[in-house]
């Protein structure tokens, strides 16, 4: 019996290590030379366990997503917090998704036609530096595991500012076990320089959330 204890501690203690190594190889890699999540992945982004942990309702709640508003999600993906920011701003408001990867953008357009909720939606194939929407457009923006996985974060902030109403919200959150995942000082630094002002920060077991006022 103590045999097949041990043979089975031996395993799991083998198991973590194994996914730590990988984590710390990826986000090696990921540091010297950001890139996107691999979209052949993407079935990970809306796993049950991510779901429970990272419940987007929660999240949008702290981020400050109230109905009516306009609110840009950069990075959307499968547009998991997409969907649920499209419930949340109801019919009179709009959601902005936008991602570099026209695979991510094809799986939230049908997972949004699904929901039902995809006329409140625009969804924009490109990149942070170059956001499509105008000057004070947005109420709120959103960044949800996806900041570390932009090269120039400094242009994506200024960029975020620009399209942001004044007074607007940003909205950050990264996952601990995220491989692109941002020291949330970095985050902080970084969107202080950029003009944000902090309105506070909380954490979980598995990941922090960072609102700011874009102090324009
Ligand atoms: C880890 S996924 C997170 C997706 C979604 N925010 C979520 O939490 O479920 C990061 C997403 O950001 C996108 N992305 C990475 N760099 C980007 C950039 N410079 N501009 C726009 N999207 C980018 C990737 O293509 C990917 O879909």
Redesign the pocket.
Known sequence: MAGIVDALANLALSGVGAFVGFNVTLRAQNHLQ????P?RF?DL??HPW?VQA?D?GQTLDIHGLTAGMTVL??????????RTAAHMVGENGRVHG????AA?LERARRSLAEAGVFERVALHH????DLPLADDEADLA?????LG???DKPA?LNELRRVLKPGARLGV?D?FY???FTMPGTVRRLAEEAGFRSLGSTSTAICYHQVYINAK
């Not at 490109?126 to 530096?129: K, L, N, S, T």
């Not at 959103?142 to 996806?146: E, F, M, P, Q, Y």
């Open positions: 950001p890139h996107p999540f979209w993407a982004l809306e991510r990272l987007p999600d950069l990075g959307c993906g499968t547009g998991l917090f997409t936008v991602d570099l990867q991510m490109c990149g942070a530096y959103i960044v949800v595991s996806t996985e932009i090269p994506a959150t996952e995220n491989p692109s």
